[in-house]
């Protein structure tokens, strides 16, 4: 430095003695001789400030206006209107009333869902040779005001049957008490053994009433409406 002129020296220290003093003010050391950056106080700037601490994640569903949150999703809420199922029906008549339904019901109103048939016993007498042997059964049996149904095994034709029962026990039952009022050779036979089926359902709405439930009654097979289970 002694090689520079005088004015120069003068320049550099005059540089070296401002960046010191800025350094001194700048790190607030010279706040003791009332020098020294302003103090940034304004309230209003920290009642902008996020608080992190405050924030919370929410849930989309927790988010939703209370109107939208008072009604019913569309997973929760069931079709309205009331619901009746008839049956069990066999496999040929629930070809039938399939047909019966799809003529006569709305699609989405009604519904074939399976369900097991359940065993049958009857109280049955026969195999008789001939029709005439048959008919003169009825009126023996008539004469003892004891009355004949129908047969749905058409292997037990010729013969006639005195009760539909859901247990052999209960079929057993009833011919005890017909034997006291004069019946012969009578027995107890599975008419029927647990066959699969259907039930038919149908939900009642503003597109269909109980009404047109009248165009099923013939595929019904004689099967009444019950509430569903």
Excluded at 85 to 109: C, H, N, T
Excluded at 128 to 144: F, Q, V, W
Aim: proline share 8%; glycine share 6%; charged share 20%.
């Amino acid at each position: 430095m002694n090689h520079l002129p005088r004015q120069l020296r003068l320049a550099v220290l005059l540089l070296l003695l401002l960046n010191l003093s800025y350094y001194l003010w700048s790190e607030d050391l010279l706040r003791g001789a009332g020098l020294g950056p302003a103090v940034q106080t304004e309230p209003q700037r920290l009642a902008r400030q996020i608080q992190p601490d405050a924030v919370q994640l929410r849930k989309p569903e927790a988010v939703m206006p209370e109107s939208a949150g008072s009604a019913p999703s569309a997973s929760t809420a069931g079709p309205p209107g009331e619901c009746l199922e008839a049956g069990p029906f066999d496999q040929p008549q629930s070809a039938v009333l399939k047909r019966a339904a799809m003529a006569a019901l709305p699609a989405s109103a009604w519904a074939l869902v399976p369900k097991m048939m359940p065993a049958r016993w009857i109280v049955y007498i026969g195999q008789y040779s001939s029709a005439i042997t048959i008919e003169n059964k009825r009126a023996e049996l008539a004469a003892l005001k004891i009355s004949v149904q129908p047969l749905i095994n058409p292997e037990l034709e010729l013969g006639l049957s005195l009760g539909h029962f859901k247990t052999r026990a209960a079929a057993t039952a009833a011919l005890e008490a017909l034997k006291k009022r004069g019946l012969r050779k009578a027995i107890v036979v599975q008419e029927q053994p647990e066959l699969p089926g259907t039930v038919l359902r149908v939900r009642l709405s503003n597109g269909i009433e109980r009404a047109q439930l009248s165009g099923l009654t013939a595929a019904l097979a004689g099967k009444e409406w019950l509430p569903c289970r």
